[in-house]
């Protein structure tokens, strides 16, 4: 699981043809750190709630609230995180697999009676700012670091979403949520400063087509 953060990131959509270049020449100069299943919940405020294919500018109080999702690994939901993001800091704290179904159950009063400052920061967002679960992700992350440098890459893959957020505990569940979706590849880099120049020449070289992307979803 990958729990460290750097305070910059570029993310790109990618080919299977570049998935698989990528992959040979990042495995032979990076040891890979974690190849696990991931499913994520993200929260939003309803003033964001978009139908499929509407573009809304966000609202620029939201641009500096913090951005929390649930997160669990491996199709196991025993255990869960739940992650805060702000100006480029990531926190997370645990969460059981029965408080999360109390939690989409509309129960929060848990997260009030929490001694984790963490947790009763999203307990006000989910009062105060009206959050609601808003979309949910299933993908499988590989994650290579580069010996000596301050930055990883990560390969996602079999990207799907699904609405259907009381799902999210049953991973057999959202896979038949998700069926027939064209799964969507990303890569991502995070770093603290700068990207090397053999790693920027290894990314020209292998993958030539990707897209750049801005949206702030499957950040890790």
């Known amino acids: 699981m990958t729990s460290c953060r750097y305070s910059n990131q570029i993310r790109y959509q990618i080919t299977p043809a570049d998935y698989s270049a990528l992959r040979a020449r990042l ?13 994520m919940l993200l ?68 997260l009030l009676d929490s001694r984790n400052p963490l947790l009763q920061d999203f307990h006000d967002g989910l009062t105060r700012r009206m959050l609601l679960p808003r979309v949910l992700l299933s993908y499988r992350r590989e994650t290579y670091a580069l010996e000596g440098r301050d930055l990883w890459v990560t390969l996602d893959t079999g990207i799907r979403a699904s609405l259907q957020h009381m799902d ?28 090397p120049d053999e790693l920027l020449c290894l990314l020209e070289e292998t993958a030539p087509r990707r897209r750049l992307l801005r949206e702030r979803y499957l950040s890790a």
């Open 27 to 39: 495995a032979s100069a990076a040891p890979e750190e974690t190849g696990e299943s991931v499913h």
């Open 43 to 110: 929260f939003a405020s309803y003033r964001r709630y978009m139908l499929p294919g509407q573009v809304e500018e966000e609202p620029e109080e939201d641009r500096t609230e913090p951005v929390f999702s649930l997160r669990y690994f491996d199709d196991d939901p025993t255990y869960l995180l739940l992650e805060r993001q702000q100006d480029g800091e990531t926190e997370a704290a645990m969460v059981t697999e029965a408080e999360c179904r109390a939690l989409l159950d509309g129960e929060t009063d848990w």
């Open 168 to 195: 999210f505990l049953d991973p057999e569940l959202l896979a038949r949520d998700t069926e027939g979706q064209e799964e969507r590849m990303l890569m991502e880099i995070s770093y603290s400063s700068a990207v």
